[in-house]
């Protein structure tokens, strides 16, 4: 599995959990307004989710900018 | 971060996603476990899943909650849902958020209206009051802390007058963004002044108006005001504290709802040995227990009675639940002088070998109150286990493995919260003891067949060996109470035995799912010309109650029957300590075959008419290998 499927399978499995959709499929091209319940509060929980998955800590500036789950990933990349 | 409730398993993680149906019983007793916000979720999400028939009820007390923040409270709505089940209540939540209260009481007065709340909750943090600092006037300071409770009293006011129903308010901890200093304690109007000012003042406020409190202030403290607050999510979304606090402090606050609709616990029950005091009393003796000044553990005990008996001050019934042998456990109870307890202390003494679950199902028809108002204190994990699984009703704090640990631990969950204390409160622990009836018979946990197949048991039988052969010897040496000869073998007499081909010897340990409980047990015996003659049989008391001596006795008569022998014979030598075996060969069917003078019996069972035991556990048999 490339890198980019394996954070996407990841990531994946935390809008799953979160959102509590077990069938969900994300893209990096999804936005809040195509996964249902994915609000700005929902964000919050996703970015503790990913940063407890991925060991990482983000600025507050980065978590208010995230428009798809494209900058997610390239905040992980990052 | 609550490390008295115990942590989920796989199973139980694999469960709270998967649960369904109606199993109300299951999700209740998911949420004994330490969940995060993600997991209170997932049970929040379960509940509401749940279809029960028409008019069959739940079990669980329905409580509509309102909170009402100046903050955002929308992510605890899940956490309060999830926590609800924790305390036996169907919480449904209202939050009204983001405004002062005063707005929102306007703003959504139509949407509280319809929902009818039982109780509202004034989740008011500091940045309601602001509590800019006026650093060195106490003119202002004053003013400033009385416009912030009055403010509070009119809130209380306008809930009293729409709603009618009783209020939870929160004291404030302090604002990050204020300057915060040694010195500010002494200088009037700092931004510490004015937040301890409020504080007092809303206590007095509450203390009057028959409310309740919420000491978000002291919940801070406990973990530390750096680790309450964070500073990104209040600059984020204006989270209150930082989001993984959210499960704590919906625990505490569920439990300050659970008084107003009777949910109170009002008794600890607490263990003898390892608990009340280190060691074991029928095999240490009274003079060798850890109690008192001399050793960290012996001031941890003393430690933990001194902390019941300040409960017992504040009119929280003791009783004492122990596997033992009544008379000597009592007599350490009474006369060991370190004891911090008396045994005026204590309203009811349960002392013997029944199982637990059934001895506290007497302590609560002795003394009228629902086993949902006990606290159950015990060291062993078993024995917590078990009650966790017959009696989900009853709260029993997890422990550290070190007793030094135990108080924060304990003292962190708020068991014995009340809305408020009276001179009546503190008398109430006394009228209990006035009659220590104990019940005359004793009903064993009905599933305790269950319980005992749940922890999945091994004994791997070992003959003695070099490796075993000190920790063999200390276990003849210091077992007195399930021990049928209590002969005592040197390291030498032990290395002797386990080279003697006439001779079967056993060391025994116990493992199950809560780990590996040691060597248990011990045992030698001679190879006759008809029979397999038991010379010594001794077990750790600790493991009472699991079948281990029926499977002893099945790897005996399979043994017994490999050499051809007709018969299993043995002795039971009685002294001040072991009347608990005194029936031991009589209650696995052997028959008495003799009886001489001090009180010692000769007994043999036929191999040919032997049944297997079978009891749930699974022999790893080393003994044949050799």
């Known amino acids: 599995m490339d890198k980019q499927a394996d954070v996407i399978s990841r990531l994946q499995a935390i809008f799953r959990e979160e959102l509590d959709l077990p069938n969900l499929q994300i893209s990096p091209q999804s936005t809040p307004d195509d996964v249902d319940g994915w609000d700005s509060l929902a964000t919050i929980r996703i970015v503790a989710a990913v940063e407890r998955e991925f060991d990482r800590e983000f600025e507050a500036a980065q978590i208010e900018s995230i428009r798809s789950v494209a900058d997610l990933i390239s905040m992980i990349a990052a | ?626």
């Open chain 2, 1 to 626: 971060m609550m490390r008295w409730l115990p942590q989920p398993t796989t199973s139980d993680i694999e469960l709270s996603r998967s649960l369904g149906g109606s199993n109300i019983a299951d999700l209740v007793r998911l949420a004994q476990c330490e969940w995060d916000a993600g997991g209170l979720r997932r049970l929040a999400t379960r509940l509401a899943g749940i279809q029960l028939p028409d008019g069959q009820p739940t079990g669980l007390q329905a409580v509509r909650v309102l909170l009402l923040s100046n903050s955002t409270a929308r992510h605890l709505k899940e956490t309060l849902i999830g926590t609800g089940l924790r305390h036996g209540m169907r919480v449904d939540v209202m939050i009204s958020e983001y405004e002062d209260p005063e707005v929102l009481l306007v703003r959504d007065y139509d949407s509280i209206v319809s929902f009818n709340p039982d109780i509202v909750v004034l989740a008011m943090d500091v940045h309601a009051f602001g509590l800019r600092p006026a650093a060195g006037n106490a003119e202002a300071a004053a003013a400033i802390a009385s416009r912030a409770v009055d403010r509070l009293r009119a809130i209380r006011e306008s809930v009293r007058s729409s709603f009618k129903k009783p209020v939870v308010v929160q004291t404030l901890t302090l604002d990050p963004g204020h300057v915060r200093l040694h010195v500010d304690r002494l200088i009037p109007g700092s931004h510490a002044d004015l937040v301890g000012r409020v504080n007092a003042g809303l206590s007095d406020f509450v203390r009057s108006s028959g409310d309740l409190l919420l000491d978000v202030a002291m919940l801070s403290e406990r973990i530390g005001q750096d680790n309450w607050n964070s500073a990104r999510h209040w600059a984020l979304a204006k989270y209150p504290f930082a989001p993984e606090n959210a499960p704590l402090y919906a625990e505490h606050l569920v439990r300050l709802v659970a008084l107003k609709f009777g949910k109170s616990r009002r008794v600890l029950v607490l263990d003898l040995d390892n608990t009340m005091w280190g060691g074991i009393v029928g095999d240490d003796g009274k003079e060798n227990l850890l109690l008192g000044p001399g050793s960290p553990v012996g001031e941890a005990h003393c430690a933990l009675q001194a902390m019941a008996k300040e409960l017992r001050d504040r009119g929280i019934v003791l009783c004492v639940s122990s596997k033992n042998e009544e008379s000597v456990a009592l007599d350490a109870f009474r006369t060991h002088p370190e004891m911090v307890l008396a045994e005026e202390d204590i309203a009811v003494f349960q002392i013997n070998w029944t199982d637990k679950a059934a001895n506290l199902q007497a302590l609560s028809d002795i003394l009228s109150l629902g086993l949902d108002s006990f606290v159950f204190l015990d060291d062993n994990p078993a024995e917590r286990a078990q009650i966790r699984f017959a009696l989900p009703q009853v709260a029993v704090p997890e422990l550290p493995k070190d007793v030094t640990e135990w108080i924060p631990v304990f003292q962190s969950a708020c068991y014995f919260e009340t809305t408020g204390f009276t001179v009546e409160d503190r008398d109430r622990a006394s009228y209990y003891r006035a009659d220590a009836r104990r019940a005359a018979q004793l009903k064993s946990f009905a599933r305790q067949e269950d319980y005992l197949q749940s922890l999945d048991m091994e004994l791997l039988v070992n003959p003695f060996d070099a490796i075993g052969r000190k920790r063999i010897a200390q276990l003849i040496a210091k077992s007195n109470q399930f021990n049928l000869t209590t002969r005592r073998y040197s390291e030498a007499d032990v290395a002797a035995a386990e080279a003697d081909p006439r001779r079967i010897t056993l060391q025994m340990r116990l493992s199950d799912v809560f780990g590996d409980n040691g060597m248990i047990g011990v045992v030698i015996a001679d190879i006759g010309a008809d029979a397999i003659e038991i010379d010594t049989w001794l077990m750790s008391c600790r493991v009472l109650g699991r079948g281990v001596p029926e499977a002893t006795l099945d790897w005996l008569v399979a043994r017994a029957r490999d050499l051809g022998k007709g018969f299993v014979r043995g002795v039971y030598i009685p002294t001040k300590k072991n009347m608990m075996v005194a029936d031991h060969y009589r209650n696995l069917g052997f028959e008495l075959t003799g009886e001489r003078p001090g009180g010692e019996t000769a007994w043999e069972l036929s191999v040919d008419a032997y049944q297997d035991k079978k009891p749930p556990i699974r022999i790893r048999d080393a003994v044949g290998a050799h």
